[in-house]
């Protein structure tokens, strides 16, 4: 397959792509993103693609394209223009110069995820240029605010409004794809879920009074009282089906003891000590705790407004985040066992927890294309603390499977994913090379395309 293309000349072209799109700021807020999607929209005309425009808001642009192909349901290749902020003085080379240095492009987006926007424009290139004929409609979108706030001007407004443009029962973004290395043995994350978001305000609420004649029915002091035990309680174990094959997958082939370790994380009673025996970093431990558990962090405080006033009402706001499996009548229960029920709580925002088959379609196509290009790295399901669009796109289209795969193995020293929304964001043009060539083999894969050039 794919033998009359010049991977060379995709290398420069792909790059060059990377380094136009970080040179426009895109940062979230305010986004501006028209801008990204202007420049998108003039490569794919330029090449025989029909592409749709979109503003969400004033200045929050969205791209869509579409290549036509037979009856099958089609394949939605998505990705977001906009960026976080990025504070230029920390910077070696800076955030919105795209500077090719050190092998690697630099810029805020180089990893997250103006990288795979790049990647998924080249494939849609290549197989315009190839005359691919897929078995089904291959759709590119490129769309507004990932990375900020509600996400209300994204793929979600698409489906309120354009849905023709992107609605597909399967679609590949962002998320997984870098490699973990556990013990002696490397493996390539596919994400296949992430958890919920359930973020509220909780109300403690007293008697007001003169800050000279202290009474005992303070709502500091009641606020701080109840929410004191989160400093050492852990909400219950709950192994979501994507953990339980993620740790299966990352115990094959291991030695015993480490092997059963690993198997140890899904049990209660041992799950902690197993964890701390494990051959990973603290910040990997930490990450895997909160995986397999509903969580909750007290982010933000608010009580009073003068120094002799003892106010009536305390403020904490919780960024909880649940596990597949948890609603939010479930979470609020584990959470009154740690906290009590003196607090009011009031949900502000809640996007539900979710999980795609890691079996079939998709899945097993990325499995198989990576067993070819990356050996000795398997491919093992993941699940995300964090979240991407899937959490606009599934609600409204109950049984979307979206997958989070962008290519990435990760150089000695670099430690790319510590370098996403940090300084110094960048990526090596060679792995952008390698994810752009995985990409196209797996939508080639997937759709079954032929090249007719
Ligand atoms: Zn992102």
Redesign the pocket.
């Known amino acids: 397959m794919n033998n009359n293309i010049d991977w060379s000349q995709v290398r420069d072209e792909v790059a060059g792509y990377l380094q136009d799109l970080i040179r426009i700021d895109t940062t979230n807020p305010p986004g501006n993103e028209a801008l990204a999607a202007d420049y998108i929209a003039r490569i794919l005309q330029r090449e025989g693609y029909r592409a749709i425009q979109t503003e969400s808001a004033p200045g929050r642009g969205n791209v869509t394209t579409r290549l036509g192909g037979g009856g099958q349901e089609p394949l939605l290749l998505l990705g977001?223009t906009d960026v976080v902020a990025a504070d230029a003085g920390h910077w070696t080379h800076p955030p919105f110069s795209g500077d090719l240095a050190d092998g690697c492009i630099w810029g805020r987006g180089a990893l997250?995820?103006k990288n795979m926007v790049a990647a998924e424009l080249m494939v849609m290139l290549l197989l315009q240029r190839t005359g691919a004929r897929p078995d089904r409609d291959v759709i590119f979108a490129a769309t507004a605010d990932?990375?900020a706030g509600k996400g209300e001007h994204g793929p979600g407004w698409l489906l309120d409004h354009h849905p023709e443009q992107i609605e597909a029962p399967v679609i590949l973004t962002?998320g997984g794809g870098h490699d973990v290395v556990i013990g002696a043995a490397r493996f390539t994350t596919c994400q296949v879920g992430q958890k919920g978001i359930c973020r509220m305000k909780a109300i403690a609420r007293g008697r007001p009074g003169h800050g000279s004649v202290p009474h005992d029915d303070s709502a500091i002091l009641r606020l701080c009282a109840a929410l004191a035990p989160l400093q050492s309680a852990h909400l219950p174990l709950h192994p979501s089906a994507t953990m339980r094959a993620f740790l299966d997958g990352v115990a094959a082939g291991q030695p015993e003891s480490l092997a059963a370790d690993l198997r140890a994380v899904l049990v209660p009673e041992q799950s902690d000590a197993a964890l701390g025996r494990l051959p990973i970093d603290a910040d990997t431990r930490a990450q895997w705790r909160s995986l397999l558990r509903n969580t909750a962090s007290v982010t933000l405080l608010q009580a009073g407004s003068k120094i002799n006033v003892i106010p009536g009402e305390a403020v904490a706001w919780i960024d909880g985040r649940l596990a597949p499996g948890a609603t939010q009548e479930s979470f609020l229960a584990e959470l009154r066992q740690v906290v009590g029920h003196d607090l009011d709580f009031e949900i502000d925002q809640y996007s539900p927890p979710l999980e795609a088959r890691a079996e079939g379609g998709l899945y097993e196509v990325i499995v198989s294309v990576m067993q070819r290009h990356d050996p000795a790295a398997p491919v093992v399901p993941s699940l995300s603390t964090g979240g991407?669009d899937a959490k606009h796109i599934v609600p409204r289209r109950p049984g979307t499977q979206v997958y989070g795969f962008m290519p990435y193995r990760q150089q000695p020293g670099l430690e790319e994913m510590q370098l996403i929304h940090g300084h110094d964001e960048r990526t090596s043009v060679d792995e952008l090379l390698f994810a752009t060539r995985v990409l196209y083999d797996v939508v080639t894969n997937y759709t079954h395309s032929t090249e007719t050039q």
Do not use: L, R, S
Request: glycine share 0%; proline share 0%; no cysteine.
């Open positions: 977001h997250d995820m990932e990375e962002e991407t």
